[in-house]
């Protein structure tokens, strides 16, 4: 009999895990419930990240086609079923406004970010530089350090173009410092050295020309992009 009762001894005092889930039941059944719920929302959400981003893609090609759609003047022979803009500031107007919808509508995916960088090239390109402005400073604020640095660039091509050097400046100082893969410290170095060129500041631009030139180069000493742009700017010379 004692071997008896040893032999059909409650499995739950051996097992402290199933002696909690017997006389916590309706606890355990929670637990597990909740934790196919929260399964069921990360691989739902995924999905319809995955099929809202496929979505934006296809978007976002549809506005780059009307962006990279030709010119062509109004007394010029076109074949037919063939869309064409008489400028680039229509087929700016045209464009922007197609990229600002996929960035309202896909704000949160990767096509819907670039679209809104885009918004603010095509403002610039249809001369509306308050617009610009504010659109690129939203996207140069972005997590994203390499579509940042693409929107610091064109901010800084308007303040060119708006008379605000000091600013341009500052910006390419800020991108020389940064090492986005879309605009190299190098490459950002050399943008500020044509700023000072253009306002005649020859020295200025020597000197950042001939620094980059003796950095930009690989592990084997071969001059990277920047480091050739700036051998040319200098003449050439080694």
Known sequence: MANDRLNHSDPLQNNPGLEWASHNRSKAIGMIAAAVVLLIVVVGGYAIYSHRTDAARTAFGEAMQTYQTPLANPAQPVPPGMTTFPDPKARAKAA???????ADK?????????????????YME????????TTLKDVAGSWNSDLSALAKVSLAQLYQQTG???????????LAKDHASTVTPGMAQIQLAELYESEGKTSEANKIYAQVKDSDKDAKGNPGAAG???????????
């Not at 922007?96 to 996929?102: D, Q, T």
């Not at 896909?106 to 095509?122: D, Q, W």
């Open 164 to 174: 605000r050097d000091a600013d341009a400046i500052s910006l390419y100082n800020e």
């Open 126 to 133: 249809a001369g509306e530089n308050a617009s610009a402005e």
């Open 96 to 102: 922007n406004a197609e990229f600002l919808a996929v």
């Open 228 to 238: 050739e742009i700036a051998t040319q700017k200098l003449g050439g010379k080694k």
């Open 106 to 122: 896909y704000s949160m995916t990767k096509p819907g970010k670039l679209a809104l960088y885009f918004a603010g090239l095509t």
